[in-house]
């Protein structure tokens, strides 16, 4: 084998074993108590004397090794680069270090570091050098295998990750070269040894079905299989509620409740039921949301609760579900299927014609749903032309009416209350039997997805209200208005277009709301949107009620997917709770267990953690699904390289331009090398690239351009420019796509509705 794969103890052995020592120790003692080889001993002592350079040790007269205090030091958490290179995230906001390749050979995308600053570079960024790992990300790394001289190496996956690992030849596990195999690593890589690694699992070839989801699920760390422990519990449970679970409800099974999703959907979290009720002389509705009753049978602590905690949240991957809880309750026992009883609990409110809320309670109920209804069949009874004719008209008929006119009124509150709606186009991906795209169409969200979204908000905004009144700690859905630094670029972006937000230095969501419907039918409407939305906060998970931005709430939490949310499932506990006059207290213990070593833990409450927990996997999952959608979108222009498309400019960066085309609802690069020989200029207020001769490249531009390359490891596609094309004097119509996509299951569709804040 060659010499330079020789191991050398690296940087964190030697720093603990100083810190184990009861003695202080040579150079010589040291090398003992490692036992490091004695081909190896001159790299050794090179590496204590780069430690002695870096300051994290000392020598003394007598030859003594001693720690110097780490104070002196950078911690941070590293973020790695496609071309190798990388960066040190500062933990105390400050600038980020650049890390050159020869410094990222030392550490992985994500490890936490401490670095020391050495200068500048070239386009002066600070520039840092590693001096000591003090967490590794990485245990298990997933990626193609390929054969050299020295033996099997593995190429990761995550192209963020520079380093190849080499596999120990006793742990090969019979694969080969080209497969996709996870691999477990039993040492990290340092400037002279690479990592070694043992592999865990055999995935597959590169082109089998569905190995865009296995590599996806390992590469963001996604638990997608269940414990024993877990497994044992759920298959304990029965298959329906039995007559003890009666006992303390109310028995509402007389009523016609529905559930309303999509085609796809298999696990059901609400059902509906809405009747007309006078308030006095006037008229209002009496709505009832019924969520499915998780809490009953997920107790704190428990197997199924330490799985669900581990994910947090469901996935929901094209033609495929990892759900956050074992198919025995997610499909079965809790799920609001028809025509069986289910456990639930109801939030009961009334309202006005107008929508606003008059009272409310919540109490645990026996319900049982007479109808699975989908988005598409509701709309279509809705319409005129059902309504027409009253023979094809369901039992169940008037309920829906109903259930529409409350819409309606939550609708007119809405417009009052001045929540956001951006115009989002969804897409659905039609896949075939192997998992491959065969086209993405659009979908048009219609007055059933509407319908249903506007009954979970009341009931949401109920459950926040409890809560406060109660004064029971738990986490609410916050949004925050937008940052100092956001608010000022977009105004000085809408200045330049001859726009402006009202507000002042604090605006509300009625001032984007108002300037969304001012700009709505202007031709470059979808990039004044953008920018709006780009200047708003992302929502997250906190026992600190800040309200809600987006949605115009002062307290909103997430109360209607316990299915499928953690934190839906926290605040059915607290709720419950509060009706028994308790309280609940999480512990945690139950909780630490599934965060990575941090100062976070001694730092925050125990409500604290779960939102900081929930709000992380809440993200990974998203860059999870990016990534395998992604992968499936690079796959299915594989054989369209050389076509030309028109589209319309959808990003701007320094680099250059993304542009989306309009038939395919694919999104590639224009790179800025491509747009011509002369300097261009980024602009980033403006979101434009500026030529010396004049040409802006903008966000809404129309051009035409021709695919040129395609890299689904990278999750890249590259476009170049043909031509600029002329604005269209209207946005261009959209299609709606068929009821019977295999694309992710409807309650992702929930998650992204045309009010982009709701999530």
């Given at each position: 084998?060659?010499?330079?794969?020789?191991?050398?103890?690296?940087?964190?052995?030697?720093?603990?074993?100083?810190?184990?020592a009861?003695?202080?120790?040579?150079?010589?003692?040291?090398?003992?108590?490692l036992?490091v080889r004695?081909?190896?001993?001159e790299?050794?002592?090179?590496?204590?004397?780069?430690?002695?350079r870096?300051?994290?040790?000392?020598?003394?007269?007598?030859?003594?090794?001693?720690?110097?205090?780490e104070?002196?030091?950078i911690?941070?958490?590293?973020?790695?680069?496609r071309e190798?290179?990388g960066f040190l995230v500062?933990?105390?906001g400050?600038?980020?270090l650049?890390?050159?390749s020869?410094q990222?050979?030392k550490?992985?995308?994500?490890d936490?570091a401490?670095?020391?600053?050495?200068?500048?570079?070239?386009r002066?960024?600070?520039?840092?050098h590693?001096?000591?790992?003090?967490?590794r990300?990485?245990?298990?790394?997933?990626?193609?295998?390929?054969?050299k001289?020295e033996g099997?190496w593995?190429?990761?996956s995550?192209?963020?990750?520079g380093?190849e690992?080499?596999?120990?030849p006793r742990?090969?596990?019979?694969?080969?070269a080209?497969?996709?195999?996870?691999v477990?690593l039993?040492?990290?890589?340092d400037?002279y040894?690479?990592?070694l690694?043992?592999?865990?699992?055999?995935?597959g070839?590169?082109?089998?079905?569905?190995?865009e989801?296995e590599i996806?699920?390992?590469?963001?760390?996604?638990?997608?299989?269940f414990?024993?422990?877990?497994?044992?519990?759920?298959?304990?449970l029965?298959?329906a509620?039995?007559?003890a679970?009666?006992?303390?409800?109310?028995?509402?099974?007389?009523?016609?409740w529905?559930?309303?999703?999509?085609?796809?959907?298999?696990?059901?979290d609400?059902?509906?039921?809405?009747?007309?009720?006078?308030?006095?002389?006037?008229r209002?509705?009496?709505l009832m949301?019924?969520?499915?009753?998780?809490?009953?049978y997920v107790?704190?602590?428990d197997?199924?609760?330490t799985a669900a905690?581990?994910r947090?949240?469901?996935?929901?991957?094209?033609?495929?579900?990892?759900p956050?809880?074992?198919?025995?309750l997610?499909?079965g026992?809790c799920?609001?299927n028809?025509n069986?009883d289910?456990c639930?609990?109801?939030?009961?409110?009334?309202?006005d014609?107008?929508?606003?809320?008059h009272?409310?309670?919540?109490?645990p109920?026996?319900?049982?749903?007479?109808?699975?209804?989908?988005y598409?069949e509701v709309?279509?009874l809705?319409?005129?032309?059902s309504?027409?004719?009253?023979r094809s008209?369901p039992?169940?008929?008037?309920?829906?009416?109903?259930?529409h006119?409350?819409y309606q009124?939550l609708a007119?509150?809405?417009?009052?209350?001045g929540a956001?709606?951006f115009?989002?186009?969804?897409?659905?991906?039609i896949?075939n039997?192997?998992?491959k795209?065969?086209?993405i169409l659009?979908?048009?969200?219609?007055?059933a997805?509407?319908?249903?979204?506007?009954?979970?908000?009341?009931?949401?905004?109920c459950?926040?209200?409890?809560?406060q009144?109660?004064q029971?700690?738990?986490?609410?859905?916050v949004?925050?208005?937008?940052s100092?630094?956001?608010?000022?670029?977009?105004?000085?972006?809408?200045?330049?277009?001859?726009?402006t937000?009202?507000?002042?230095?604090?605006?509300?969501?009625?001032?984007y709301?108002?300037?969304?419907?001012q700009?709505?039918?202007?031709?470059?409407?979808q990039?004044?949107?953008?920018?709006?939305?780009?200047s708003?906060?992302?929502a997250a998970y906190s026992?600190d009620n800040?309200?809600?931005f987006?949605?115009?709430?002062?307290?909103y939490?997430h109360?209607?997917?316990p299915?499928?949310?953690?934190?839906?499932?926290l605040?059915?506990r607290?709720?419950?709770a509060?009706?028994n006059?308790?309280?609940?207290?999480?512990?945690?213990?139950d909780v630490?267990r599934h965060?990575?070593?941090?100062s976070?833990?001694a730092?925050?409450?125990v409500?604290?953690?779960?939102?900081?927990?929930?709000?992380?996997?809440?993200?990974?999952?998203d860059?999870?699904?990016r990534?395998v959608?992604a992968?499936l979108?690079?796959?299915?222009?594989?054989?369209?390289?050389?076509?030309?498309?028109?589209?319309?400019v959808s990003?701007?960066?320094?680099?250059?331009?993304f542009?989306?085309?309009?038939?395919?609802?694919?999104?590639g690069l224009?790179?800025i090398?491509?747009?011509g020989?002369?300097y261009l200029?980024?602009?980033?207020?403006?979101?434009?690239?500026?030529?010396h001769t004049?040409?802006?490249?903008?966000?809404?531009?129309r051009?035409r351009v021709?695919v040129?390359?395609?890299?689904?490891d990278a999750?890249?596609?590259?476009?170049?420019?043909v031509?600029?094309?002329p604005m269209p004097?209207r946005?261009?119509?959209?299609?709606e796509?068929?009821s019977?996509s295999?694309?992710?299951s409807a309650k992702?569709?929930?998650a992204?509705?045309?009010?982009?804040?709701?999530?």
């Open positions: 084998m060659n010499k330079t794969l020789t191991p050398i103890p690296n940087r964190e052995e030697i720093l603990s074993a100083l810190r184990a009861k003695t202080s120790l040579t150079a010589d003692d040291m090398a003992e108590t036992s004695r081909r190896a001993r790299g050794f002592l090179a590496r204590l004397a780069a430690m002695t870096d300051q994290q040790i000392r020598s003394d007269a007598q030859g003594r090794l001693q720690l110097l205090p104070s002196r030091f911690a941070g958490r590293v973020q790695g680069h190798g290179y500062r933990d105390d400050e600038p980020d650049f890390l050159s020869a990222m050979q550490v992985m995308h994500n936490r401490r670095a020391r600053l050495v200068g500048y570079d070239r002066r960024r600070p520039e840092g590693i001096v000591e790992v003090i967490e990300a990485n245990t298990h790394l997933t990626g193609c295998l390929i054969c001289e099997i593995l190429v990761p995550e192209q963020r990750i380093q690992i080499l596999i120990e742990g090969r596990r019979k694969a080969r080209g497969q996709i195999v996870s477990e039993i040492r990290f890589p400037r040894t690479p990592a690694g043992r592999i865990v699992e055999v995935l070839e590169c082109g089998d079905p569905g190995i989801i996806a699920v390992r590469k963001f760390g996604i638990p997608h299989q414990s024993e422990a877990a497994r044992a519990q759920a298959a304990q029965p298959d509620p039995v007559a679970d009666l006992r303390g409800r109310v028995d509402m099974r007389h009523l016609p529905v559930t309303i999703d999509g085609e796809d959907a298999r696990d059901f609400d059902a509906v039921y809405g009747a007309a009720v006078k308030l006095g002389r006037r209002g509705f009496r949301v019924a969520i499915a009753d998780v809490s009953y107790k704190p602590g197997a199924l609760d905690l581990e947090s949240t469901s996935v929901y991957f094209p033609r495929r579900v990892i956050m809880l074992p198919p025995e997610s499909t026992l799920s609001l028809p069986v289910r639930a609990l109801v939030c009961d409110l009334v309202i014609a107008q929508g606003a809320l009272t409310y309670q919540f109490y109920a026996m319900i049982h749903s007479i109808a699975r209804l989908t598409t709309a279509a809705l319409s005129e032309l309504a027409a004719d009253a008209r039992a169940f008929f008037p309920q829906l009416q109903t259930l006119r409350i009124a007119r509150a809405r417009a009052r209350r956001i709606d115009d989002v186009v969804e897409t659905a991906m896949c039997a192997e998992g795209i065969e086209r659009p979908r048009v969200r219609n007055e997805h509407q319908l249903i979204e506007e009954c979970m908000l009341a009931a949401n905004v459950a926040a209200d409890l809560l009144r109660h029971h700690p738990c986490l609410y859905r949004h925050a208005g937008p100092e630094e956001k608010l000022a670029s977009l105004r000085r972006f809408l200045g330049g277009v001859g726009l937000l009202g507000g002042g230095e604090k605006p509300q969501a009625r001032d709301a108002a300037l969304i419907a700009v709505r039918a202007r031709p470059d409407a990039m004044l949107q953008t920018m709006l939305l780009r708003l906060q992302q026992p800040i309200g809600h987006g949605l115009a709430y002062s307290a939490t109360f209607t997917s299915i499928r949310r953690y934190p839906d499932l605040v059915h607290a709720l419950r509060i009706l006059g308790r309280q609940y207290r999480p512990r945690k213990s630490l965060l990575p070593a941090s976070l833990r730092k925050t409450s409500w604290q953690t779960l939102g900081l927990h929930c709000s992380a996997n809440e993200r990974r999952v860059e999870a699904t990534d959608e992968w979108k690079c796959h299915f222009m594989l054989d369209k390289r050389g076509e030309i498309y028109e589209g319309m990003g701007v960066t320094s680099f250059g331009l542009v989306t085309l309009d038939t395919l609802f694919v999104e224009v790179h090398s491509t747009l020989s002369g200029e980024y602009d980033e207020i403006k979101n434009e690239l500026r030529a004049g040409a802006r490249y903008g966000l809404s531009d051009l021709q040129s390359r395609v890299d689904p999750r890249k596609i590259d476009f170049l420019l031509e600029r094309l004097a946005a261009h119509s959209r299609i796509a068929p019977n295999s694309t992710s992702k569709s929930r992204r509705k045309k009010s982009v804040c709701t999530e």
